[in-house]
């Protein structure tokens, strides 16, 4: 398994409407690919010297040749609709093996 996890720092004054955005439109549309079998979204409790919430989003998939179809058939369609928030975040991406996973 897969995690591709995106962090966003979105500025405060257009947070409210991001977030919608995020849970009603953006996971959705992300799950809709058929290629990720969930979204994680937490809220990172460190504050940023630059100001801004910071969150996480995590998306499993089952292993990277999904996330390179996801990559080459959807980032950019999906991406592109976050234009309106252009100027007011700043994103990065980390993919994660899973090696391990324990229930207590």
Do not use: C
Not at 7 to 16: A, K, V
Not at 54 to 70: A, G, H, I, W
């Amino acid at each position: 398994m897969y995690i591709y996890n995106v962090t966003i720092n979105i500025e405060e004054t257009i947070h409210d409407e991001w977030l919608n955005w995020m849970k009603e439109e953006h996971i959705p549309d992300m799950l809709s690919t058929g290629k990720f079998s969930k979204a994680l979204m937490t809220k990172v409790q460190v504050e940023e010297e630059m100001g801004g919430i910071t969150y996480s989003v995590q998306y499993t998939t089952r292993n990277k040749e999904t996330l390179q179809k996801y990559y080459d058939e959807d980032a950019d369609r999906l991406r592109s609709k976050s234009n309106h928030f252009t100027g007011k975040f700043v994103a990065f991406r980390t993919e994660l093996e899973i090696v391990s996973e324990q229930n207590g």
